[in-house]
């Protein structure tokens, strides 16, 4: 493509097969592989001189017929596109494409992979929707993750710890569930029993279940009984050159050996139809569909993996379509462009590898790379940022960060291990969330920074609410993907101090939101240390942060009612999102006042009861004192 030098850039790359992560750079050496989205500040003068208007480029590398594109650097700070098409007769190259969304209104979710792991049962369910309604949190949202399916025996090793491919070798033998998840309470249920069990006595209003794009993690079992006729042969994944390069994932070794069962292109929608009509049938509203990107690997033979994903996303989305109506589909370990430019319904996608809480080096990286990646996911979907623990000690850290970020609100807690208090800061009594307006992306200083590992910048996130704004601040510093050691390591073990500063600029479309009428003036709400202060248009306010510490600041613009009247409102104080309450504020000024009162008058709706703050400013009447 050329040369890259002395220009600041902003990258998103698959670090591993299923996940992409950020970077940032100067030069076309910089450049990772398998990059998938690039965006470069220049500026619009050729002497690059100051006071020159910025110009920000965009790459996107894309998919031709059989091929998908990468960026990568070379020494020279050349930047190369790279072309795969997975299978070695695929010879041609052209252009596409366009994509949509569509979403659903989020509320909190109970996902029960941390929880359970795969031991997930119908007791399991049941213990943890009882465990967080008796504390004042009702889940409204309920994913049945993984370990509801009817799988192959294979012995287990007590003293091992799930971890991320221990169940890769392992396959779908029927699309109902198993017998241990009918158990309950010594006598069978099923499935349709357990989502009504949690609809009519839970208050549940939406159920998912768990399912992998191949049907399992090792696929389908080929062969098994009553599955037939889905034609499942057995393929051996072969891994992107880009992937190798980066993060090689050695729980594809097994597979590699052992094969995963793949379903026939032309039978899957067969598969999906059945899998789909059968869970309707119980009640489920939607899928939860993981381990998507194992398809690219699989191509050789199907007319490459661009072809392949294409079939399996098709076929997908008609399934989803046809027995879902609200289009229930989450998509998940999937951010490859062969996947995410192939989806035309599915509308919410995970927006970085998992929260493990027992890992120190993720937690950090994980805030910082759900928000670099929602700058590029968040045009087309609805990124979600994972779930955590309410009792764990960067569980504030990941809850401010899931505040700001538009999207879900899920918790996967051990049933009788929660923080109820700090839940209650998240979730209305309802169980509802006060959910931002839009995905949350940095703020436009935080672009071309790394807070993750320069040691000196803070991240911030921006989002919108309906009648005010927020701006998340978080300290990442000390850990990231290492591409020496080809892993997420602590770099720093005692990453420092930090200072930075928040202005209501950083809002992009704050004047949006504050309407014709507004003079530039805000009421800043800090929710950690309580401050409230005006902030006059163009001012600033410091935050210092620790590593692991957030601050999360409420920008309010404030309107006048009167020439002696100013009137701004903050929101519930003790929600993260204080400001999400608002639902709605209109001024009447002295000549719009409907009913002929001579008198302005403000008006605010508040999502819930609770505690709640407005700042208002009387200024006394100016008075005339004769001979002076």
């Given at each position: 493509?050329?040369?890259l ?5 902003l990258?998103?790359?698959r ?15 910089d ?10 500040e ?11 208007p910025?110009?920000?480029?965009v790459?996107?590398p894309?998919?031709?017929g059989?091929?998908r ?16 098409s ?24 109970y ?9 997930v049962?119908?007791e399991?369910?049941e ?11 009702s889940?409204r ?20 710890v ?38 009519q ?23 098994a ?5 889905y ?13 190798l390069?980066n ?7 097994s597979?590699?050996?052992?094969g ?12 999906y139809?059945e899998l ?24 050789s ?25 609200d289009n ?11 996947g ?19 890992d120190p ?8 790379s ?7 996911l ?10 955590f ?41 309802d ?5 931002a ?24 996130i ?21 591409k ?9 073990a ?14 992009d479309?704050i ?20 401050e ?17 510490e957030?601050?999360?600041?409420h ?10 009247i100013?009137f701004?409102p ?26 002929g ?16 703050q ?15």
């Amino acid at each position: 493509m050329g040369v890259l030098e002395d220009l600041r850039f902003l990258c998103c790359f698959r670090f591993k097969l299923w996940w992409m992560t950020h970077r940032v750079g100067t030069c076309g050496r910089d450049v990772p592989l398998e990059t998938q989205f690039m965006l470069i500040e220049s500026k619009d003068n050729k002497d690059h001189q100051e006071n020159s208007p910025t110009v920000y480029t965009v790459l996107l590398p894309l998919l031709e017929g059989q091929f998908r594109s990468v960026l990568q650097g070379e020494d020279k700070n050349e930047i190369k596109i790279c072309l795969e098409s997975g299978d070695s007769p695929s010879l041609k190259r052209c252009w596409g494409g366009a994509i949509r969304c569509e979403f659903t209104n989020w509320m909190e979710k109970y996902p029960q992979w941390d929880a359970f792991y795969t031991d997930v049962t119908a007791e399991g369910v049941e213990e943890g929707l009882k465990s967080l309604s008796e504390g004042g949190t009702s889940p409204r949202f309920l994913i049945i993750d993984d370990g509801w399916q009817q799988i192959e025996s294979k012995p287990k090793d007590a003293d091992c710890v799930v971890q991320e491919g221990a169940q890769f070798a392992t396959r779908l033998t029927g699309i109902k569930e198993n017998t241990e998840f009918q158990k309950s309470n010594n006598t069978i249920s099923g499935l349709k029993h357990v989502v009504d069990e949690a609809k009519q006595r839970r208050n549940v209003k939406y159920v998912y279940v768990w399912h992998a794009l191949a049907g399992y993690w090792g696929g389908v079992k080929p062969a098994a009984s009553g599955m037939e006729h889905y034609d499942t042969a057995l393929a051996y994944p072969v891994q992107s050159p880009g992937i190798l390069g980066n993060q090689p994932d050695i729980v594809m070794d097994s597979l590699s050996v052992h094969g995963l069962g793949l379903v026939h292109p032309k039978k899957v929608f067969d598969f999906y139809n059945e899998l789909h009509a059968y869970l309707a049938s119980c009640g489920v509203d939607g899928v939860k569909v993981d381990v998507q990107n194992i398809i690219e690997t699989l191509g050789s033979g199907h007319g490459g993996r661009v072809s392949l994903t294409r079939s399996y996303h098709q076929a997908l989305e008609a399934s989803v379509a046809r027995h879902f109506p609200d289009n229930g589909c989450i998509a998940c370990m999937c951010h490859n462009t062969d996947g995410l430019y192939s989806a035309k319904q599915t509308a919410v996608v995970r927006a970085s590898d998992d929260f493990y809480p027992r890992d120190p080096a993720s937690h950090t990286i994980h805030v910082s790379s759900v928000a670099y990646n929602t700058l590029f996911l968040g045009e087309f979907m609805q990124p979600d940022w994972d779930m955590f623990h309410s009792l764990h000690p960067a569980a504030e850290y990941h809850a401010a960060a899931r505040a700001v970020s538009g999207g879900p609100i899920y918790v996967s807690d051990k049933p009788g291990r929660h923080n109820f208090d700090f839940l209650k800061k998240l979730v209305l009594p309802d169980g509802s969330v006060l959910r931002a307006q839009l995905p949350g992306r940095p703020t436009v200083d935080s672009l071309f920074v790394d807070p993750a590992r320069d040691g000196t910048s803070l991240l911030k996130i921006w989002n919108l609410n309906k009648c005010c704004d927020v701006v998340g601040v978080f300290n990442c510093q000390g850990a990231g993907w290492c591409k020496i050691q080809k892993k997420t390591r602590i770099h720093c073990a005692s990453p420092g101090t930090l200072t930075g500063s928040v202005c209501a600029s950083d809002v992009d479309l704050i004047a949006q939101v504050a309407g014709a009428d507004w003079h530039g003036d805000t009421i800043v709400y800090a929710y950690r240390s309580g401050e409230v202060i005006r902030l006059p248009e163009g001012a600033s306010v410091p935050v210092t942060l620790k590593v692991l510490e957030y601050e999360l600041f409420h920008f309010c613009p404030i309107k006048e009612i009167a020439p002696s009247i100013s009137f701004a409102p903050i929101g519930l104080l003790d929600m993260l999102n204080t400001g999400g309450a608002v639902e709605q504020f209109e001024v009447y000024k002295e000549s719009e006042v409907p009913d002929g009162d001579n008198s302005g008058r403000a008006t605010i709706t508040l999502k819930s009861q609770g505690k709640w703050q407005i700042w208002g400013l009387l200024l006394p009447a100016p008075t005339e004192v004769c001979g002076s």
